[in-house]
């Protein structure tokens, strides 16, 4: 049994990137993971409530990334402090005591302060996930507290006995990174790639006019503003399909892209923005559109493409970085540059020409599969193999 550190993810019911990771291997670990968060009104660590355990399963998706403490909550945990509960470390049996720890998230300040109490409470591997170092690569196109923050978050992963990188673009990020900070005892880093929800049944068909479908949260390096500046071109130039995008914006860095949405939307353009929507509502617009696009600067995996590679929809991507180890597989038109010219050019390539979108489309389809329970499934058998550093 794996003791899995869901503090985050236990107290938001956004769908980012990292939480669907999370959530998706929480489900899959089922009764082989003990989810845990760190309570800072009880200063504890403790098991998960029954409301913490409903947010985790919750199908519906919120605007904001914030986590949430409700009022009985917070109260229950200073009860608890004052009067001496011992929270997690009370309860722990010698099998779990010896249990490895994972954490997918990207963890705060505080409960960077309140591992060392649990490393000490358990004699199993520390392990955890590293999703991507993009606030150190793109700074500018990232909200200044999480700029901030990061240095001191990659040296907290030195603590670790072993890391998951989620690409081999982040795998070698981080470690040039420790190299270049002079650290000599490093974790094991290890890639696992990650999966997608495999295609429910069929739930609709491409329309016509033909839908060009983005999934990605609002935010300066996912590229929006290049995409509807693109799109506006081809608009101009008579092209009919429309645009349809869906995501949790990023409000320090997704405003000039909100405000060109709007623009669009009253000039009358073939513009759809949802926002934040629930899994089913995606799988729907999966359904309806021609194929996708995912115009990213620079990711650490970057699901909606594998996502939309299961469906048998071909994506429009980067060729580079991570993106670039996803659709080199095949079933991606890959492009070198990502400015608007680009991408204008790539949608209208796959407009024009239905026979390479269907053969792309049919690559995409025909890729093997990886969903969930695979990745759930190396991860276990992985932090077996890691050896507690210290």
């Given amino acids: 049994m794996l003791i899995l550190d869901l503090t985050h993810t236990s107290h938001s019911r956004a769908q980012t990137g990292i939480q669907r990771v999370a959530r998706r291997i929480w489900r899959e670990l089922g009764a082989e993971a003990l989810p845990v968060c760190y309570d800072p009104y009880l200063e504890a660590w403790r098991t998960l409530e029954p409301w913490e355990m409903a947010t985790l399963s919750a199908a519906s998706a919120a605007w904001k990334r914030r986590a949430k403490w409700p009022l009985p909550s917070r109260i229950r945990g200073r009860v608890g402090r004052m009067l001496g509960r011992g929270g997690l470390s009370a309860t722990l049996t010698p099998e779990l005591r010896s249990a490895g720890l994972f954490c997918p998230e990207i963890f705060s300040p505080e409960v960077a302060r309140a591992y060392p109490r649990l490393f000490a ?18 700074p500018e196109l990232t909200p200044p507290g999480v700029v901030e923050r990061f240095p001191a978050y990659l040296q907290e992963l030195l603590s670790f006995d072993g890391i998951v990188a ?18 000599t005892a490093i974790p094991e880093v290890t890639i696992i790639s990650l999966g997608s929800d495999p295609p429910p049944p069929v739930v609709g068909r491409p329309t016509d006019p033909p839908v060009v479908l983005c999934v990605s949260s609002l935010e300066g390096r996912k590229n929006h503003l290049a995409l509807l500046e693109a799109c506006e071109t081809l608009w101009q130039q008579g092209r009919r399909f429309e645009l349809h995008l869906i995501g949790i914006p990023r409000p320090e860095t997704a ?44 990711e650490g995996s970057g699901l909606p493409v594998r996502e939309s590679l299961a469906r048998g929809k071909a994506c429009i991507c980067s060729g580079t970085g991570a993106l670039g180890e996803i659709a080199r597989g095949g079933g991606c038109l890959m492009l070198a540059s990502l400015d608007a010219a680009a991408i204008a050019a790539a949608i ?15 690559t995409a389809k025909a890729r093997p599969g990886r969903d969930w329970n695979d990745v759930a499934r190396d991860i276990a058998t992985w932090i077996r193999t890691v050896k507690r550093r210290s």
């Fill in 166 to 183: 989620v690409s081999e673009e982040s795998r070698q990020t981080l470690i040039d990174y420790w190299r270049w900070l002079g650290a």
């Fill in 348 to 362: 209208d390539r796959l407009l024009a020409h239905p026979v390479e979108l269907a053969a792309l489309s049919a």
């Fill in 255 to 298: 405003r000039a892209a909100l405000e060109r949405i709007v623009a669009l939307q009253k000039a009358g353009r073939p513009l759809r923005y949802d926002g934040a929507v629930e899994d089913r509502a995606v799988e729907a617009a999966y359904a309806a559109a021609a194929f996708t696009i995912y115009p990213s600067l620079i």
């Fill in 121 to 138: 409470t358990i004699s199993g591997p520390r392990t955890a996930v590293f999703h991507d170092a993009i606030p150190l690569k793109f």
